[in-house]
């Protein structure tokens, strides 16, 4: 798996709505109604990273989840990580 | 709390809506596309059942969620059982 | 995947710790202290299964969780429902 | 709910093992060996939460979980921190 380059990234991320980069790595912050709703879909987005074996790194308080994507062995943003983006974009659209 | 009569829950399922009685409890049935779905609406629902302290009979298999709710110190259906139901029917709704 | 045969069956189970055959599938029946404990682990599970692509029927109330495995696509016990019973076995080594 | 001067804080942290004072927070990191064991882990201390309506901030990376204790409402580390930090401890004795 390789680090796609900057300007990969950015064609990428034209086709990925609410992700942007911070820090070197594939964020999205997610604003729910409460924790409860919060960490259903936590629950989901764990789901879909297990499968995928492809972890985030994230963030939660109340109802708010910070999620960061980054692949370890690629050394940056690589393809796992915009299918992950993408699958957890359309989770989190049943709550959002 | 007590048991409800059988006219008492007759009118209050009138307004809660996808639930039945079926074997003396209060019973739903539920239909996700995937185990993702169905499980992530699950963690939401032990999170308010947990907080109710008031628990569900429920089986799970892969999309498929039945859930059955009685209140075992009164011996029958109670007006906690509606309260849970109403809950996860709103929570439910999120992913229906 | 094909279904193992009734010795082949018996055979595996004598490695299985807490599983039997019931109804025709792996089963096995847990006592946790709680519901939270229970949950967590049905979480666990939860993980586990979606990654395998094998997923169980499985009953809660409060702190019992019964769990009954088998392969739909082989019409019975398959190699696949002994995997995911170690696995389980594994993960609820560390509750109870 | 008032925030616990830093003496009191101190008294208490010398019973509660595991976890310190860091930016003004109670904090623990905790290292589990999988992602499943961490988020099983989770689930239960967001059961816990929920029912204590006492939230964290928390962190995960794969096994990695850092969680962060403070109330709101008292402006500083309060009496609900320490009591939800002691059933953190007891649920995260089950897997560590």
Do not use: C
């Not at 960490?39 to 987005?45: E, L, N, V």
Request: proline share 2%.
């Amino acid at each position: 798996m390789k680090a796609l380059t900057q300007s990969e990234v950015e064609e990428r991320l034209k086709e990925l709505p609410h992700w942007m980069v911070k820090d070197g790595k594939l964020h999205r912050s997610l604003q729910f109604k409460d924790f409860v709703t919060a960490f259903s879909f936590m629950t989901g987005a764990a789901l879909i990273a297990e499968a995928s074996n492809h972890h985030p790194e994230w963030f939660n308080v109340y109802g708010t989840v910070r999620i960061d994507l980054t692949t370890h062995d690629a050394g940056g943003i690589s393809k796992l990580d915009f299918k992950l983006a993408k699958k957890l974009n359309e989770l989190a659209g049943a709550y959002l």
